[in-house]
């Protein structure tokens, strides 16, 4: 059975940090690229980060890019968000999910198909990050 479980949310002040970590399960994690999304409330679903597999390559959303880091450790089928100089607007419920294709296919089309749900076949339960003074 295939396991996404996120952690490391929670209530952080604007300009804090959270790292979020997604230890996954029943599959071949090193084979496939991996990705995080967001969902803030009453709003569609946003593609946040994504990484190749093995972690050669990395892509982020113009939203977060220079603020967050997408990382993953293979030996502890890992996959991790660093988030800095973290924003109000930044408040959503994180998930990371293993997108369907290779991660080459997203990056000749500027990665806009992640932003769609049915691009994902594994999701976690999600964490929630609320940025807030």
């Known amino acids: 059975e295939v396991q996404l479980v996120e952690s490391g949310g929670g209530l952080v002040q604007p300009g804090g940090s959270l790292r979020l970590s997604c230890a996954a399960s029943?599959?071949?994690?090193?084979?496939?690229?991996m990705s995080w999304v967001r969902q803030a409330p009453g709003k569609g679903l946003e593609w946040v980060s994504a990484?190749?597999?093995?972690?050669?390559?990395?892509s982020y959303a113009d939203s977060v890019k220079g603020r967050f880091t997408i990382s993953r450790d293979d030996a502890k089928n890992t996959l991790y968000l660093q988030m800095n100089s973290l924003k109000p607007e930044d408040t959503a419920v994180y998930y990371c999910?293993?997108?369907?294709?290779?991660?080459?296919?997203?990056?000749?089309?500027?990665?806009?198909?992640?932003?769609?749900?049915?691009?994902?076949?594994?999701w976690g339960q999600g964490t929630q990050v609320t940025v807030s003074s």
């Open positions: 999910a293993s997108p369907i294709r290779h991660y080459s296919y997203y990056a000749v089309r500027g990665y806009a198909p992640l932003g769609r749900r049915d691009e994902y076949d594994y």
């Open positions: 990484i190749k597999s093995g972690g050669g390559s990395t």
């Open positions: 029943g599959f071949t994690f090193s084979s496939y690229a």
